[in-house]
């Protein structure tokens, strides 16, 4: 029987960058990558697929960087791991034996089973698969109404994208007051709401999906408990993830109560050499040090980071505050983002708080020709003034000023801190050296303190 010195389960972002970075640090272990197929996506990059990019190949992604820092790669899927004598079978029969065991084996779409009908031909899923996604888009160009159940990011972005086609009537279905509820404010989220809204998508907020009804095992209707009846030719059921940790399970490896993998924060199992990264392993809320279900690529490239550093003993010390929820999308042309706290999760862990909001243009002066309106809102602990959450929204540079609040929260800067924080300022690039965003929200902050 073959034995490697590492074999990583899994091809995704997490086991890509898990096992580049073990390899690159490593060079005369042997790692073997065990795949289900060599073709994948990138799984952000899924719902410009039926629009944007309008082609599947543009957003391939695969192991091609694993087998370039010297990795081995296997396509056929692993079926069982045996802990005890440190042993993976793949499917075609074969056994190999290994020192240590990545699981990076992902998540895959949670399949509505209390509605009635999820299982009739056209529901489907934004399951991360080259092949299903390739006939997915296919077979949806001809199609006329195509109803999307959950207003979360994927399913926000997926209805933007479908109805930017010009081809189909788009609704979108959800439960909550706004879409986007779990990751943004209130405020935040009516205004992603209305901007869904904008594009011409039928969004449906409140509503609850009672039946998806069809003819000759298709569905053709999706019926609601407002009493009304959408014609569907195509469902896409996107109402979350859950932990793909069968292989682990059978193996007797613990696992969280949503599935995940129960780790610590090296990414270590409960058992010998076998780590887990990625959305297979289980999370803990940065401040409420419990568990919590964070399924990002950004968080399972730097959980697989860790891993692959410290794989062979401890070099990337992880001091573990939890893991914190970093969001970005931009629907319509307007960015939105969000890190840490807000109001949401601030009442359910019972957070004392200050926040503050400040709106300015990013680029000086505001009479330049490309400028966009920002907004930013800054959360910080009422006690010590420790930043824990923001919230960014305007143009494109949302996404980075948020990963700079991200940046904050973690090293537990403080609106003090922030109010002599130096920065690089740009007509072309930022907004003025007068106000930069984060530092004035952090004085109306320091202002409420006083
Ligand atoms: C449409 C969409 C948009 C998203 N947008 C964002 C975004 O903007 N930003 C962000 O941070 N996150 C985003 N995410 C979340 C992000 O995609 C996931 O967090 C990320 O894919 C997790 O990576 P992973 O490697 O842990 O798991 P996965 O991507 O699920 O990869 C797991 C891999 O393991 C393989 N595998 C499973 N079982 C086996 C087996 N038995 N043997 C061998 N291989 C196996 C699978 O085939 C798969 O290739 C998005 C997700 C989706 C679906």
């Known amino acids: 029987m073959k034995t490697y010195d590492v074999i990583i389960l899994g091809s995704g972002p997490a086991g890509i960058i898990a096992g580049v970075t073990a390899k690159k640090q490593n060079p005369d272990k042997s790692i073997l990558m065990i795949a289900k197929d060599e073709k994948g996506l990138v799984p952000c990059g899924i719902p410009y697929v039926f629009h944007r990019l309008d082609d599947v190949s543009k957003n391939a992604m695969g192991p091609k960087p694993f087998v370039a820092a010297g990795g081995e790669l296997m396509i ?16 075609s029969g074969t056994e190999y034996a290994y020192e ?5 084996t992902g998540s895959t779409p949670t399949v509505p089973t209390f509605i009635k009908g999820h299982e009739l031909d056209g529901v489907k899923y934004i399951k991360k698969d080259y092949h299903y996604i390739e006939t997915m888009k296919n077979d949806s160009d001809s199609l006329k109404n195509i109803v999307i159940v959950g207003g979360g990011f994927i399913g926000a ?26 990751a943004f404010s209130p405020e935040l ?32 209707s999706v ?8 014609d569907a030719e195509m469902v896409i059921a996107a109402i979350g993830y859950k932990p793909n940790t069968q292989i682990a399970v059978d193996a007797g490896l613990e696992v969280n109560s949503i599935g995940a993998l129960k780790v610590d924060q090296y990414g270590r199992t409960s058992a010998d050499g076998v780590c887990a990264v990625g959305d297979c392993a289980g999370t803990v809320g940065f401040l409420t040090g419990t568990e919590d279900n964070i399924m990002l690529a950004s968080t399972a490239t730097a959980e697989a980071r860790v891993c692959g550093y410290n794989m062979f003993g401890i070099r990337v010390k992880r001091c573990f505050s939890g893991t914190l929820g970093v969001f970005s999308t931009a629907i319509n042309g307007l960015s939105m983002a969000a890190a840490g706290l807000n109001e949401n999760t601030a009442k359910i862990a019972n957070v004392h708080y200050l926040s503050a909001e400040f709106s300015d243009v990013d680029r000086h002066p505001g009479t330049l020709d490309d400028t966009s309106k920002m907004s930013i809102k800054l959360y910080a602990s009422e006690s010590d003034g420790s930043i824990l959450g923001g919230e960014v929204w305007g143009g494109p540079s949302a996404g980075e000023i948020v990963n700079i609040i991200a940046m904050a929260i973690q090293k537990k800067v403080t609106v003090w801190d922030l109010v002599a924080y130096q920065v690089g300022t740009h007509p072309l690039l930022t907004t003025a050296p007068t106000k930069p965003l984060i530092v004035k929200a952090a004085e109306g902050i320091i202002a409420k303190m006083r």
């Not at 994208?161 to 986007?180: A, D, M, R, W, Y």
């Open 157 to 182: 972005e997926v209805a933007e994208q479908f109805q930017l086609t010009g081809k189909h009537n788009v609704s979108l279905i959800e439960l909550e007051e706004n879409c986007f509820s779990k």
């Open 223 to 230: 019926k609601l408990d407002s009493g009304e009846t959408l």
């Open 189 to 220: 989220a009516a205004i992603a709401t209305e901007e869904v809204r904008n594009t011409g998508v039928n969004v449906l907020t409140g509503t609850k999906v009672t039946e998806f009804a069809g003819d000759n095992g298709r569905v053709n």
């Open 100 to 104: 240590k065991l990545v699981f990076a």
């Open 76 to 91: 056929d899927p692993a079926v069982s791991v045996n802990v005890e004598n440190k042993r993976v079978k793949v499917e």
